[in-house]
């Protein structure tokens, strides 16, 4: 089972940016689709963005032209760089593989825009 871990979550202000990392604990380079997925308080956690084999993305609409993931996949890691954040950003943000995700997620890493 691979082992998930998010880092790089912050405290930024509004239209900031931040780069956040997920490293896994094996060889992703065999996984077709990751993604990131944020879960804000209150709420359920909803798909932010997937990054294909080859570094293509696709982003979730309020995201799109703000964020962009990428994947390095001899490091065994994938990113999302965030830019121009805002208030509604703010939550625990997670990687998994897509559609079908690892049995367990990763802690997460907190990202928190103040306005």
């Known amino acids: 089972q691979v082992q998930l871990v998010e880092s790089g979550g912050a405290l930024v202000q509004a239209g900031g940016s931040l780069k956040i990392s997920c490293a896994a604990s094996?060889?992703?380079?065999?996984?077709?689709?990751m993604a990131w997925h944020r879960q804000a308080p209150g709420k359920a956690r909803e798909l932010v963005a997937l990054?294909?084999?080859?570094?293509?993305?696709v982003y979730e609409e309020a995201v799109k032209g703000r964020f962009t993931v990428s994947r390095a996949n001899g490091e065994n890691t994938i990113y999302l760089q965030m830019n121009n954040l805002q208030p509604e950003d703010t939550a625990i943000y997670f990687c998994?593989?897509?559609?079908?995700?690892?049995?367990?997620w990763g802690q997460g890493t907190q990202v928190t825009v103040s306005s």
């Open positions: 998994n593989k897509y559609p079908k995700p690892f049995d367990f």
């Open positions: 094996g060889s992703i380079s065999s996984i077709p689709i």
């Open positions: 990054v294909t084999s080859a570094g293509s993305g």
